[in-house]
């Protein structure tokens, strides 16, 4: 039997979505791209021929349907890496912005399952990446520490239920990461702040014991990663990216 060529990423066009994309497709995958946006899937459809762009908002329990209609093989790789749009601490969120995580990270994740589950073989990978404030969340964490958080329970749940069907499931969870994302919340922190961005930079780097963050190409070679037969091992895992940032967590 020869094995399944199709992978769906929900929030393709993001920064990690694009490299995990790409990647994938350079391996000679065929790509099903799921964003919300057409004209920026149709920009990363244009690199590579394998690559499908499927727009679907994974807030709305229509994005099952969406995608389902793309899935036309068995997948071997199903990924959920869509951002959030909500921050702040407990005190200053408002409070429906933290359901508005919830819906994204957990209930988008259920939806990608619900679209991709007909064709779920033994072998598949169901992947997601969990940002580790769901582990170790600062003060100014309220959404995406709480929606995080529950990704990792809903996941270990998803362990049991498909592991007997031959399906493994990994979390993938990076502290921060260079992204263009994050030096722009660095830019806007200088510009409210009045401290240089260098400085705000180097709190984030003393965070990790390998004196760096993590990089878009790191995270996508773990997810390249899980596609060797032998990955089937880390099943039900949670997969640390962080450059040595948590503390006291296994």
């Known amino acids: 039997m020869t094995s399944p060529e199709l992978c769906v990423v929900v929030g393709a066009t993001g920064a990690m979505g694009t490299e995990i994309t790409l990647r994938l497709a350079r391996r000679g995958l065929r790509v099903l791209a799921v964003a919300r946006r057409t004209d920026d899937l149709e920009k990363l459809a244009a690199a590579d021929e394998r690559i499908v762009p499927c727009t679907a908002d994974v807030a709305h329990d229509d994005a099952i349907e969406t995608i389902s209609a793309h899935v036309d093989s068995p997948v071997r790789l199903a990924l959920f890496a869509a951002g959030l749009p909500v921050r702040g601490s407990a005190d200053t969120i408002p409070p429906g912005d933290v359901a508005v995580a919830t819906n994204i990270k957990v209930g988008g994740l259920l939806r990608l399952l619900h679209a991709v589950r007909g064709q779920l073989v033994d072998g598949s990978r169901f992947v997601t990446i969990a940002g580790s404030l769901g582990l170790?969340?600062?003060?100014?964490?309220?959404?995406?520490?709480?929606?995080?958080?529950?990704?990792?329970?809903?996941?270990?749940?998803?362990?049991?239920?498909?592991?007997?069907?031959?399906?493994?499931?990994?979390?993938?969870?990076?502290?921060?990461?260079?992204?263009?994302?994050?030096?722009?919340?660095?830019?806007?922190?200088?510009?409210?702040?009045?401290?240089?961005?260098?400085?705000?930079?180097?709190?984030?780097?003393?965070?990790?014991?390998?004196?760096?963050?993590?990089?878009?190409?790191?995270?996508?070679?773990?997810?390249?990663?899980?596609?060797?037969?032998?990955?089937?091992?880390?099943?039900?895992?949670?997969?640390?990216?962080?450059?040595?940032?948590?503390?006291?967590?296994?």
């Open 136 to 250: 170790e969340p600062g003060p100014f964490d309220a959404a995406p520490g709480t929606a995080n958080a529950a990704v990792f329970n809903l996941m270990r749940q998803l362990s049991a239920l498909y592991g007997p069907k031959g399906v493994t499931t990994h979390t993938i969870a990076p502290g921060p990461v260079d992204t263009p994302r994050l030096r722009a919340f660095v830019e806007t922190e200088s510009a409210e702040t009045g401290r240089d961005a260098e400085e705000i930079w180097e709190r984030y780097r003393a965070k990790t014991t390998l004196g760096r963050l993590p990089t878009l190409g790191e995270i996508g070679w773990i997810v390249e990663t899980l596609l060797a037969p032998e990955a089937a091992v880390l099943h039900g895992s949670v997969l640390n990216v962080d450059g040595g940032t948590r503390h006291g967590i296994a």
